[in-house]
């Protein structure tokens, strides 16, 4: 039996994406995306639950979400949960596990029309899927 690794979320940045390239000037965005949930506990109320997922984007993929993306946009995201770790800045090692975007879509309309419209320049954009050998860091 094969296995699948595949995350779909819709939720809005909690900021506005970061943009920074690799030492070979590869583009790569990070960013947080909040999803939110309500439900009703046990005495009857109502609570809102909002989960925050750590994302990155690699390539034109992380460019064009840099660019046209800020704080509060609803985003429609597909990718991969990777885990990896790192030594922090007083050697502790840390572990992070995060989304890796392969695929995007534009949720909010500018100025009332239709998203669809708005995103037609995304037809001219080869975007590649990342693996993670491209992880620098």
């Not at 506005?16 to 590869?26: G, I, K, L, M, N």
């Not at 390539?59 to 597909?78: L, P, S």
Request: charged residues 30%; negative net charge; glycine residues 8%.
């Amino acid at each position: 039996m094969g296995s699948v690794n595949k995350v779909i979320l819709l939720g809005r940045l909690g900021a506005d994406p970061e943009v920074r390239y690799t030492q070979d000037q590869t583009p790569v965005a990070s960013f947080n995306i909040a999803t939110s949930i309500s439900f009703k506990n046990k005495s009857g109320e109502k609570v809102d639950k909002t989960s925050w997922h750590r994302c990155v984007a690699w390539r034109k993929t992380g460019e064009v979400i840099g660019q046209y993306f800020k704080k509060g946009n609803q985003i429609y995201i597909e990718g991969s949960l990777e885990s990896r770790s790192y030594e922090d800045k007083s050697g502790e090692k840390k572990f992070i596990t995060e989304v890796v975007v392969n695929n995007f879509q534009f949720v909010d309309s500018k100025g009332g029309g239709s998203a669809q419209t708005d995103d037609n320049f995304l037809d001219d954009f080869d975007i590649e899927s990342s693996s993670s050998d491209d992880v620098p860091f």
